[in-house]
C-alpha cells in the first residue's frame, strides 16, 4: 500500500501538536507526515517527531505552501488547525482575523494540484451559533454575535462554495493534557487548577455554557475522518458538531476540578457573564447536540468530569 500524506496545518498549536503525537505514534504507520507553523518553531517539536517535515507558512500570503509542493507533495488529507481564535484579538483585527480564518490561499494551493481531491478537515466553532437556546444542531441558523464567529461562519461558507472533498468540525473548547512543547496560551482545566490549588477564590461564569471537548476524542475524529476517506475515497461534504456530551458553564468546569482535587467550592465565586467587560460579545448558551457526530462516526466523546480527571492524572498531582 502506497504511503499515504497527511499535512498538519498548524502543527504546532494545541490540537496540531496532540494530532502529530497521534498520527506519530501508530505503529508500522502508513502516514508521511508535516505540519506547518507560522511563527517560532519549537526545537523539543521538531525532536519529539524526527520522521516529520515542517514548513514555514504564512496563510495571509500563501508564502511557503510551493515549498510544502517541492519537497512534500500533494497531501492526501489537509488538517487545518490554524486559526486567529482569541476573540477580543479577532475583534481589534477583522480584517487579519478574516484573512487567517478563511481558507482562501490554502484552497487555492490545493486546487493546483492536477488531481485537486485532497480531503480537507477543517476545525471550525461553536461559536458561530448565537447563543440563545441548548443544544444547537447543524442545521441549525448560523448568528455569530462576534468577529471570531463570523470569520469561522465565512470560513465554512469558502470551504462548501469552492471543495469537494472536506469535513468542517464545529468544535467546542477543547480541553487536556499540556502538549510536548507547551502551548503560549492557558489551558482551561490546568488554570482551573492552579488558582484553585493555591487557595484563591476566583470569579467563574454560571451562565454561560460550553460542551468542552477532551483533545484526544478530536484526535480519534479526526483520524476515523482520515481513515474513512483513505479506505474507501469516497468524497465527503460533513458537516459536524464536535464538543462533549456535557452542557456546563465555566462554573460548573471550576466545580468538577474542586471535587476531583478535593478543594473547597468555597473558592469559586459565580458571577453572571454579563458583570465583566471582555472587550467582545460572547454567545451565552452554545452548547451543541452532537447526535449527528455520534451517529456518523460510531464515536461517542468522554464524559466531562472523565476528561478532567483523566487531564489531572496527565498533569501530575501539583
Known sequence: MTRKRILVVGG??????????????????????????????????LDAFPGSLAF???????????????????????????????????????????????????????????????????????????????????DDETIPVNVYGKSKVAAEQFI????SNFAILRSSIIFGPQTISPVPKSLPIQWIDGVLSRGDKAEFFHDEFRCPVYVKDVVTIIQALTSRWISDGERMQLLLNVGGPDRVSRAQMAETVAHIRGYSTSLIKLVSA?????????????????TRLVQTLRISPTPFKEGVRLTLEAEGSG
Open 12 to 45: 504546532t498549536g494545541y490540537l496540531g501538536q496532540h494530532l502529530l503525537q497521534a498520527y506519530s505514534g501508530l505503529p508500522d504507520s502508513p502516514y508521511d507526515l508535516a505540519f506547518t507553523y507560522r511563527s517560532n518553531l519549537p526545537r523539543d517539536l
Open 56 to 138: 514555514h507558512v504564512d496563510l495571509q500570503t500563501g508564502g511557503g505552501l510551493d515549498a510544502v509542493s517541492q519537497a512534500f507533495g500533494q497531501p492526501d488529507v489537509v488538517v487545518n488547525c490554524a486559526a486567529l481564535s482569541v476573540p477580543r484579538a479577532c475583534e481589534a483585527d477583522p480584517a487579519a482575523t478574516m484573512s487567517i480564518n478563511v481558507p482562501s490561499t490554502l484552497l487555492e494551493w490545493l486546487s493546483a494540484f492536477k488531481e485537486a481531491n485532497t480531503l480537507l478537515i477543517h476545525l471550525s466553532t461553536d461559536q458561530v451559533y448565537e447563543g440563545v437556546k441548548s443544544f444547537y444542531k447543524e
Open 160 to 163: 462548501s462554495k469552492n471543495w
Open 274 to 290: 454579563s458583570s465583566v467587560d471582555r472587550g467582545v460579545r460572547s454567545p451565552a448558551d452554545i452548547s451543541m447536540d452532537i
